[in-house]
Every structure is written in structure tokens, then in C-alpha cells.
Antibody, heavy 117, light 110 residues
Framework: DVQLVESGGDLVQPGGSLRLSCAAS????????MNWVRQTPVKGLEWVAN????????NYVDSVKGRFTISRDNAKNSLYLEMNSLRAEDTAVYFC??????????WGQGTLVTVSS | QSVLTQPPSVSAAPGQKVAISCSGS????????VSWYQQLPGTAPKLLIY???NRPSGIPDRFSGSKSGTSATLGITGLQTGDEADYYC???????????FGSGTKVTVL
């Protein structure tokens, strides 16, 4: 069975940094694009970033460009999201998801990031 | 404001059917595949429909998807209390170069 397990969410002050991780199992990790998606009660679901199979292509939503970096370690079957210069509006539950058939095919359970002083 | 527009809520009695619309534009639904997601209370979203009208393994055929022009529809027949959830559409937006989600629709089983 496919499993995606996020970790790293925490309470952080505005301007701070955080690194999220997503441990993948049950599929050939290196064969799939991967996504980060976040959710807030106000804005709903928001796609944040994705990365291609070998990590050579990354895409971001405008609101996080220059602040967030998506990366992966195929040897460790792991996906990461490095978040810098965090703002209150980055407060959300962050999900990692496997991309397949032009969709987020499977999702992790999410990890909560709270940006507050 | 979401790029894809969905009704905030729909409701129907058990056994009945509902249709959830998702309205977009030529740069998203009009030129890319649509997917649909179900989010039960307190859980992560789950894929229901991919590439407009395909169901992943394990998704019952009570759920169906269709697309016409710049709109898409998720249909649920034989409504069950376990279908009470939030439903989201999604599609790549070629102009914005991002994946966009709809605003979400809450389904209530009366």
C-alpha cells in the first residue's frame, strides 16, 4: 500500500524557517512527480509546489517563490519543503501527494505549520 | 477567490443523487484534465476522479465525472450518509502555470 507520511510541522515565529519532510513507501518514488499542497479554513486547498522525478524541474505558486524550496532524495524515498521567511499567511496544514494522471493521486495525512509570534 | 468556482453546498436525501459543478476557463478546465477530491471531516483529501472521468481503484461507480467546455461536473448517485464531505475539483492552469483547486462544495445528506 502507498504511504506518505509528513513531518516537521511546528509553531514558528514570523520570519522564521522550517523544513517539512515526507517519507514515501509502497511505490517507486523515483518514477513520480511529487506535490506539496496546503490547506487553510479560509483559502481551502492550495497547490504549493511540485518536483519532477529526478529533481531537475521545480514549480511554485507565486506566493512562495523565492521563499520555499522543494527537493527530494530518491535514495531515501523522501520529499522535502524548505520554508524560509515564513509569514502568518503560510499557516496551514501541508500535505505531500504523489502526482499521477494529472492529479494528486495519493495524499499523506498532513502536518500543521503555524506561523505566529 | 478560487480560480475554479464551485457551489458552497449541495444537499439531498439518502439514495438520491447530487451534481457538483466546477466552472473554470479556457486556460484550466478548457484545456486540461479535471480531477475531483473528497475530504471527509478531519481527514486528508482523497482522489475520486482523475482525467475528467476515470475512477481510481476502489472508488465506487456511484461517483462519476464529466467535462464540457470550461465546466466539469461530479455526480454522486445513491447518496449515503458516509458521503457527507467536502468535494474539490482541480485542474492545471496553463496561463498561471500552477495547479488550481476549486473553492470546495459541502455535501449534506438530509
Amino acid at each position: 500500500d502507498v504511504q506518505l507520511v509528513e513531518s516537521g510541522g511546528d509553531l514558528v515565529q514570523p520570519g522564521g524557517s522550517l523544513r517539512l519532510s515526507c517519507a514515501a513507501s509502497g511505490f517507486i518514488f523515483s518514477a513520480h512527480w511529487m506535490n506539496w499542497v496546503r490547506q487553510t479554513p479560509v483559502k481551502g486547498l492550495e497547490w504549493v509546489a511540485n518536483i519532477n522525478e529526478d529533481g531537475s524541474d521545480e514549480n511554485y505558486v507565486d506566493s512562495v517563490k523565492g521563499r520555499f524550496t522543494i527537493s527530494r532524495d530518491n535514495a531515501k524515498n523522501s520529499l522535502y519543503l524548505e520554508m524560509n521567511s515564513l509569514r502568518a499567511e503560510d499557516t496551514a496544514v501541508y500535505f505531500c501527494a504523489r502526482d499521477q494522471f494529472h492529479s494528486s493521486y495519493e495524499w499523506g495525512q498532513g502536518t500543521l505549520v503555524t506561523v505566529s509570534s | 477567490q478560487s480560480v475554479l468556482t464551485q457551489p458552497p453546498s449541495v444537499s439531498a436525501a439518502p439514495g438520491q443523487k447530487v451534481a457538483i459543478s466546477c466552472s473554470g476557463s479556457s486556460s484550466n478546465i478548457g484545456s486540461n484534465y479535471v480531477s475531483w477530491y473528497q475530504q471527509l471531516p478531519g481527514t486528508a483529501p482523497k482522489l475520486l476522479i482523475y482525467e475528467n472521468n476515470n475512477r481510481p481503484s476502489g472508488i465506487p461507480d456511484r461517483f462519476s465525472g464529466s467535462k464540457s467546455g470550461t465546466s466539469a461536473t461530479l455526480g454522486i448517485t445513491g447518496l449515503q450518509t458516509g458521503d457527507e464531505a467536502d468535494y474539490y475539483c482541480g485542474a492545471t492552469d496553463s496561463s498561471l502555470s500552477v495547479f488550481v483547486f476549486g473553492s470546495g462544495t459541502k455535501v449534506t445528506v438530509l
